[in-house]
């Protein structure tokens, strides 16, 4: 080997490096869903007895058919696009207004109601479970899907606010003037011309209200208590539990049914999601 190929293939290794060591970091992180993936086709003993290893001797999808069919897999997760799909159009709707009214208009009280929000952000979720439910009980919802929205919608969702002020404070003031200066109300300046603007952030919005409601296990376990039927994915992960077994490779095959949404609703996104990530922490 010549001196100058030497000189080169030293100057490569730190690149070569760095790769090798991303490669292993990406393996260690996919590895627990790789391995969720081989149990969900392996039966209740090979999830012990073959510990780490991915690959399952013969693939059981009979896993799936009785996650889908004799766990009612099916019904819990119905209820869980519902509960989903109606809380992160209430969220992204009711964050959007209130981030635009923070970040272009300037009212009495605004720097306090900017305090309070951040100030939420240190009170921990389990403490506002009593109050939502009596609340919920009060008013007849205790034990249903919309009672169950408007209780995943209804808290601060501070994070979601200020990305949507960082957003709006650094789109140019020109476009809501212009709008009014021609006739347009509030509203219209708001949804026709703003939102619209705000794709990015609305889809960074979207895909953690997402993964938060879909995730969620607390506030649907109490809201369905009597209900069994209302319950979503991950409460409904408690049917595989039974009262001396567990049946694993069922759970296995149900928790990979849950994720594909979501690893469908990221792929579609994640352009938007970085975007928005990135434009708010520029502004």
């Known amino acids: 080997m010549s001196t100058i190929t030497w000189n ?26 790789l391995w969720m993936v081989s149990a969900s086709l392996k039966t209740s003993a090979e999830v012990f007895t073959k510990g780490l290893d991915l690959l399952p001797g013969d693939p059981v999808w009979a896993n799936y058919e009785r996650a ?19 809380t992160v159009v209430v969220v992204v709707v009711r964050c959007a207004m209130a981030g635009y009214a923070l970040a272009r208009h300037n009212f009495r009280g605004r720097k306090i109601i900017m305090g309070v ?38 808290a601060a969702n501070v994070a979601a606010i200020l990305l949507y002020v960082g957003y709006f404070r650094g789109l140019p003031k020109e476009l809501a003037e212009s709008a009014l200066i021609d006739g347009a ?40 208590f009597s209900r069994p039927d209302l319950r979503t994915v991950s409460v409904g992960m408690l049917a595989f539990v039974g009262e001396n077994t567990t049946d694993w490779s069922g759970m296995a ?19 938007y999601f970085v975007e928005g990530i990135a434009g708010a922490v520029k502004s």
């Open 185 to 224: 109300g509030f509203m219209t300046v708001f949804f026709r011309i703003m939102l619209p603007l705000a794709k990015p952030v609305t889809a960074t919005v979207t895909v953690l209200t997402f993964l938060s409601t879909w995730n969620a296990f607390f506030l649907p376990l109490v809201f369905t």
């Open 68 to 86: 889908w069919v004799e766990a009612e897999f099916g019904k819990y997760l119905l209820n869980t696009v519902i509960v989903t799909v109606c």
């Open 117 to 154: 929000l951040v100030a939420t952000l240190f009170v921990p979720s389990g403490y506002t479970i009593i109050p939502v439910v009596d609340l919920s009980q009060r008013l007849g919802m205790l034990n249903s899907l919309t009672g169950m929205i408007l209780a995943m919608s209804g």
């Open 253 to 271: 095959a149900a928790a990979t049914i849950s994720l594909l949404p979501v690893v469908a609703l990221f792929v579609v996104l994640q352009r």
């Open 8 to 33: 080169k293939a030293l100057r490569r290794l730190p690149w070569w490096l760095a790769a090798a060591a991303l490669a292993i970091g990406c393996l260690l992180w996919i590895y627990p869903f």
